[in-house]
């Protein structure tokens, strides 16, 4: 009779926390073990946009009711894709999809909410406190994981979840490196309430915008509604299944996230000081109403009113693609083989998809159809294919090398994109087929795996 494996998990982020659902679904032991000192430990960014892929993912992976709670707490629906110069003009708005369908289609949720979420009917596996150093490989097929307080987890596979710093990919794949896209954001959160949702145009307020300004400076904008008030209650008017679903969901009173807007404001490394990577709070607000002295009021008041607990700077990075290693009982996931820009947006919807691909590998060794080391072989062909694919097209979408970040050459390309941009903006045929793209590309066309 088989034996279903033994997975060991470092990092609880998105795509391990996923993996970890899925496996304990399907029989399969798992333990995870998080750095964190707790639940609410850390501020765990912002938004993230979950495309068709990612939900597809979690509803693979999540126990039904659970899933069902992830779209409750999901943030309001964006209407429009907006981008705009740096006086707040309109360039180019595209209409996005009224969805419905609750796996296909786009959302918008907080990275903390989906922390809590994930988090949720694994208490029993998630193990806090816990700092990974390294680990050993036996040769009957065993592997051990060694952690900073002295413990240590003996198990079938392990499986690296821990990030861009992957400290199992340091030891597994040394030749494997994660260098600089030559890009740095700085970003922060705004309470949205009548004065600052007063500065947001109405298409702004209602979507996600990009700012395409001078010096090849950018800054996305979202701003992110829920459905429960300042003090934690479901709003009345959500709907009874979405109430219901969020007044027994024992995450919520672990999650501080309420109604606010994000703003991240991005440029060439070269284009801020030195030391800005240990700037934090008010300095990084302050910093950039420097950069920004001939933006748009509207904009310069959202960088002053930013929460000084919530900004922080971001020196963005990407994998290395690497040839084909030979599967063993060891194997990686997520941005810890393939860190991307956030140039496509797809990094945590790869992730998931990682996750998801990996619990179906392994339901073969649980079934006695495939060896740990045949499973993992079959997953990692799949993954560093479309992984490391999405690394290359998201660097090709955000790098320091971009023409945009060039002195002089970067005013006529910035002209002829707004230019372009702007006819666009008149032709609502050419407007159709470019939001059409979004969605074929963010996954809405994808067969699954």
């Known amino acids: 009779m088989a034996m279903p494996p ?3 998990v470092i990092g609880a982020g998105t795509g391990g926390m996923c993996l970890a659902h899925g496996l304990k679904r399907a029989g399969i032991p798992v333990e995870v073990y998080e750095r964190d000192r707790d639940r609410a430990d850390g501020l765990h960014g912002y938004r993230v946009g979950i495309d068709p892929d990612g939900s597809r993912a979690l509803h693979a992976c999540l126990p039904p009711e659970l899933y069902d709670t992830f ?7 964006p209407m429009h894709f907006t981008m ?64 900073a307080d002295g413990t240590r987890a003996t198990g079938d596979l392990l499986v690296a979840a821990d990030g861009t710093g992957s400290r199992v990919r340091r030891q597994y794949l040394p030749h494997a490196v994660v260098e600089p896209a030559g890009v740095i954001a700085i ?4 309470e949205l309430n009548e004065q600052t949702k007063a500065l947001l145009p109405p298409k702004v307020f209602a979507g996600i915008s990009i700012v395409f300004a001078p010096k090849g400076y ?27 679903l969020l007044a027994k969901w024992p995450g919520l009173m672990y999650d501080n996230t309420r109604d606010y807007i994000n703003w991240g404001f991005a440029a060439a490394t070269t284009r801020f000081p030195s030391d800005v990577m240990a700037m934090r709070g008010a300095d990084l607000a302050h910093l950039a109403l420097e ?19 919530t900004a922080f700077p971001v020196n963005i990075a990407t994998s290395t693609p690497v040839p084909a290693w030979e599967a063993t ?47 993992v072989a079959r997953y990692e062909a799949k ?8 690394v290359r097209d998201s660097r090709r979408k955000q790098s320091g090398d971009d023409p945009l970040h060039k002195p002089y050459i970067g005013r006529a390309v910035l002209a002829g994109m707004r230019t372009g941009m702007r006819v666009a903006n008149r032709l609502p045929a050419v407007k159709r087929r470019m939001s059409d793209a979004l969605y074929q590309y963010r996954g809405a066309e994808r067969e699954e795996d």
């Open 329 to 375: 009982h060891v194997t990686l996931l997520g941005d810890a083989i393939h860190t991307m820009t956030p140039g496509r947006g797809v990094g945590a919807n790869t992730a998931l998809r990682d996750a998801a691909l990996l619990c179906r590998t392994l339901r073969d060794v649980r079934d006695g159809k495939a060896t740990v080391r045949e499973a």
């Open 84 to 147: 705009l110069d740096e006086r707040l003009s309109e360039l180019l708005s595209l209409p996005l999809r009224d969805e419905s369908d609750p796996i296909n289609s786009e959302k918008s949720v907080s990275r903390m909410t989906l922390r809590q979420v994930l988090l949720t009917g694994l208490e029993d596996v998630v193990r806090f406190d816990k700092t990974f150093t390294h680990f050993e490989q036996d040769p009957g097929g065993s592997v051990t994981a060694h952690f």
């Open 291 to 309: 950069m920004t002295p001939g933006w748009h009021p509207h904009l310069r008041t959202l960088f002053e009113l930013t929460d000084p607990g």
């Open 383 to 390: 993954m560093t294919e479309y992984g490391f694919a999405a």
């Open 187 to 190: 970003g922060g959160k705004v």
């Open 218 to 244: 950018s800054c996305v904008l979202h701003v992110m509604e829920f459905k429960w008030d300042r003090a934690g209650v479901p709003h009345p008017h959500i709907g009874a299944s979405d109430a219901a």
């Open 71 to 77: 779209v409750a707490t999901c943030a309001r629906a």
């Open 6 to 8: 033994r997975v060991i």
